[in-house]
């Protein structure tokens, strides 16, 4: 026990640097192989070009093999030690060196250690082979090979005239090989593609599975459903395990400190914490809730979550978790905790490069405006809030209209946008929720999107928001809406897309990832939308598809028809001046269909001009090959 506990001796490590192949076949020859990568040569190029790549190649005297290339591993932690132990203690030991030092240990038999080196640079061949082509019976390989591999300038000659005749001679072609040279590179991809493979798994003696992954038994609700009042009868059990656990821990005498940062402790203290928190407010988005936790009972979220909640499968709480008992489809006030959900096709930071970037900056976070009437209690030291150590959200969270904002799921009694928060100072709530739109009207609630939408876009490209274009929003409407308001635009299409529903905003606040939903995220899309909305309400009702809007409406008018008679004669007028605008443009473009391109398209010039330029190439490469000279 005393030699254990004493202190390992220094050792000089002033030993060259090395480097280190793993070579991918059996060494039984070692001269052989450093052949087949390059020779010494190439290896001690390695240590002047440190990037420089190993090729392996399995015939090497084959021009047309195709070689395995390795990749390099830079590091300075592993060191090449030389162990000298007796061949009868090795022997001994089955060859085991482990054990052989261990059996030199326990008998005072004396080895020796010495440090040769260190490996600054390992070469791993983590390649696939690429298909491979053997050669040695094709005619124009020898060829090749007598040629222009050895540099014999009177075969070379041979070879061109033979190659300029055989490409003026008529070929017939026989069911047959082609003699032709193999390709670079056969493969598209040099590595294995991740199939998601898992190994067997495995049993125990009663035959249950040992590796089974951990179930939440979240339940899901369908929109109109009854709400749950109490969680999975499954959960009950679980608790009762995470309680025995830690009354068997203190029974031990294991200290407070370590029982209080154990998985199960944790477990308990987040799920009081959400009780508490969704008796503030009775729903919630996942990541308010990640970041009103402390930090250490933030892993635990997702398994404290089934304890107090429920989620529904569809509708305008979909991206939520809902307090049991509490029916949002049944007061009016939950229109607040709606969330309206955008996709971007820029990056979204996650919560953890939050906390790199916000770390000990106390002024941005903040309170959700849901949760204004708790202000006094968070400014209370003494309060139930403040001993729970529940926090504050940082404000990149919100959508203030004016920053970028690192969430793309809003609850709509959060938002801190002034234009937004004008549009719902004047809201009429329905008589009844509806799935769609829930308790708000849907022309306020389409307001609201386009607004979020258009001022998301502006920040994510840099671009200035438009006062001009956010009034526009604000007072538009949508023909066909639920309250029969008249309509600015057809409603042939708009840049809201309300059948578009798939959270990808990377928010995790997706309780249910189900990709046939139909109602989730809108798509902030671009300024293209915007300009075909414009042309939309100039030309006669265009829709996105190409087709034109008024056919449609006609089609409709005849199923279903309409109060008032003047709308018929207004759509007839629009797609009339429509039909007319596109007869004018074909009309001035004439015949020329790189013109009607550079009209109707003017992103198709980029277009023309790439196959403007092959035209050209194709050209010059024509006048070359009829040149007499070149045939000569």
């Known amino acids: 026990m005393e030699n254990r506990n004493k202190v390992a001796p220094l050792l000089d490590l002033d030993v060259p640097s090395l480097i280190s192949v793993e070579y991918p076949l059996r060494v039984k020859d070692t001269n052989k192989a450093i052949d087949l990568i390059g020779g010494t040569e190439k290896l001690k190029k390695c240590f002047i070009e440190p990037d420089m790549k190993l090729e392996l190649r399995l015939r090497p005297n084959d021009p047309f093999s195709h070689p395995i290339r390795s990749n390099v591993v830079k590091n300075s932690s592993n060191v090449l030690i030389n162990f000298r132990l007796p061949k009868r203690v090795l022997a001994k030991c089955g060859g085991d060196v482990r054990k052989s030092i261990e059996y030199c240990e326990n008998e005072g038999i004396r080895y020796t250690i010495k440090p040769v080196g260190v490996l600054r640079q390992n070469y791993k061949f983590r390649e696939l082979a690429d298909f491979q082509r053997i050669n040695k019976d094709s005619n124009f390989s020898k060829t090749f090979d007598e040629s222009i591999r050895n540099g014999n300038f009177e075969k070379i000659a041979e070879f061109s005239n033979e190659l300029m005749s055989s490409m003026d001679a008529l070929q017939k072609f026989e069911d047959g090989d082609l003699d032709i040279p193999p390709l670079v590179r056969y493969a598209r991809t040099d590595v294995s593609h991740n199939y998601r493979y898992h190994g067997k798994l495995l049993l125990d003696e009663q035959g249950e599975w040992l590796n089974k992954s951990v179930k939440l038994y979240t339940i899901i609700v369908k929109f109109g459903a009854q709400v749950p009042t109490e969680h999975d009868p499954a959960l009950a059990k679980e608790r009762e395990r995470v309680e025995k656990e830690i009354e068997e821990m203190r029974e031990d005498g294991t200290p407070e400190r370590m029982i209080h940062d154990s998985p199960s402790y944790i477990l308990l203290e987040c799920i009081k914490i959400l009780k508490k928190l969704f008796d503030m407010k009775p729903v919630w988005i996942r990541r308010h809730i990640y970041w009103l936790l402390p930090k250490k009972y933030r892993p635990q979220l997702k398994f404290a979550l089934p304890f107090v909640s429920f989620t529904y499968s569809k509708g305008p709480w979909r991206h939520s978790f809902v307090k049991f008992g509490y029916d949002p489809t049944k007061d009016p006030n939950s229109y607040k905790y709606q969330i309206e959900a955008f996709r971007s096709s820029s990056k979204v930071n996650h919560d953890v490069e939050i906390e790199k970037v916000i770390e000990n900056d106390e002024d941005i976070y903040i309170l959700p405006p849901t949760l204004y009437d708790y202000i006094d209690e968070f400014a209370n030291p003494d309060s139930e809030i403040n001993k729970l150590r529940i926090g504050k959200i940082p404000r990149q969270i919100f959508f203030d209209g004016k920053t970028a904002c690192n969430s793309l799921s809003f609850q709509i009694g959060d938002i801190l946008d002034d234009e937004v928060k004008k549009i719902l100072e004047n809201l009429k709530l329905e008589p009844v929720c509806n799935i769609e739109t829930g308790w708000i009207d849907f022309t306020t609630l389409y307001r609201v999107k386009n607004v979020i939408k258009y001022k998301l876009r502006c920040i994510r ?17 949508k023909a066909g809406s639920k309250g029969g308001e008249a309509s600015e635009e057809s409603e042939g299409g708009d840049d809201v897309d309300d059948d578009d529903y798939d959270n990808d905003d990377g928010d995790d606040d997706d309780p249910v990832s189900d990709p046939a939903d139909d109602n989730g995220s809108e798509e902030i899309g671009d300024d293209e939308n915007d300009n075909m909305i414009k042309q939309r309400d100039s030309n006669g009702g265009t829709r996105k598809d190409g087709l ?85």
């Not at 671009?463 to 604000?474: A, G, P, Q, Y």
């Not at 809007?549 to 007839?572: M, Q, V």
């Open 461 to 477: 490209d840099g671009t200035v928001i438009s006062e001009d274009r956010v009034h526009e929003l604000m007072n538009r409407t």
């Open 548 to 632: 034109n809007n008024s056919a449609s409406t006609n089609k409709r008018d005849k199923a279903i028809p309409k109060e008032n008679g003047n709308s018929n004669g207004n759509d007839d007028r629009e797609s009339l001046r429509g039909v007319k605008f596109r007869e004018n443009m074909l009309k001035s473009c004439g015949d020329d269909l790189l013109d009607r391109l550079q009209r109707l398209n003017p992103k198709s010039v980029n277009l023309i001009t790439e196959i403007d330029e092959l035209v050209k190439q194709e050209n010059v490469m024509g006048d070359l090959l009829q040149n007499p000279a070149l045939k000569e």
